[in-house]
């Protein structure tokens, strides 16, 4: 199966905003018992949870943000996220190999890990967390803020913002699976949410985090690759035919394609 685009975060607590989320264009859901839940309400959000009941013939996947090991609330969410219809859960901020080794340990073998690194400590040591030996880690994603407020500044600069998003990258493609790149805050910013999105999209992400339905669309659309996958076809024909007459590589449109470029192409139209 494809990895979703697009993963919609929903407080758990919130149920009134259940029904948004499930109307929503977005290809997965992300019910969350961390951040957006106060500590008064982490209970209630735990009980909603547990009685989710997804529309019919809903098929796609969802996931629960927990509470980070280590945290008085992490068991009570590992004991509810049981009796929960999901696919996965989101780990936050994850510094180290024994943060998700502990986890897997705590969770149902059939529920996949997505890691969300959002700390400097857990930037430090992306290598570990790559190769943590826990085969069921499905993605790896970048938490912007909660970096921003590790480093102590009032906003990232854009260098060390794609420092930190680029390192992500490289640690999810070593690990050999997809990188989800941190939410856009502005939600009423359309234009800087496709900026963003397409800046994510250069750099390796293939998914963003979402917090409202209205930008899903603008993700879908700049991860969608209408460019690449033209390209991509273009590619092929040409390394195919030049191939055919005994040929290693090719020149289009001034670039050299050799395998190294076909396989990047391939994989655009694999997706």
Sequence with gaps: MTFPRSLLFVPANRAAMFAHAWESEAEAIVFDLEDSVPAGQKAAARDALTALRPPDGWARPIYVRLNACGTPHFEADVRAVARAPIAGVILPKVEHASDI???????????????????????????ELADCGV?????????????????????????????????????????????IDAPELQVNDADRLRTTTRRA????????????????????EEFAGGEDRAWALRAVEAYERAAGQGHGTVALDGRMIDEATMKRARDILRT
């Design 101 to 127: 080794q502990a986890a897997d340990s705590a969770l149902a073998p059939s529920l996949s890990l997505i890691l969300l690194v959002e700390t400097p400590g857990g930037l430090l040591r992306l290598a």
């Design 135 to 179: 085969r069921r880690v499905a993605a790896l994603a970048f938490g912007a803020e909660d970096y921003r407020a590790g480093l102590g500044v009032d906003a990232l600069d854009p260098a060390l913002g794609d420092f930190a998003r680029a390192s992500v990258v490289n640690a999810a493609a070593a690990a050999g699976v997809p990188a």
């Design 201 to 220: 999209r250069a750099l390796g992400f293939r998914a963003r985090f979402a917090i409202h339905p209205s930008q899903v669309p603008v993700i879908h």
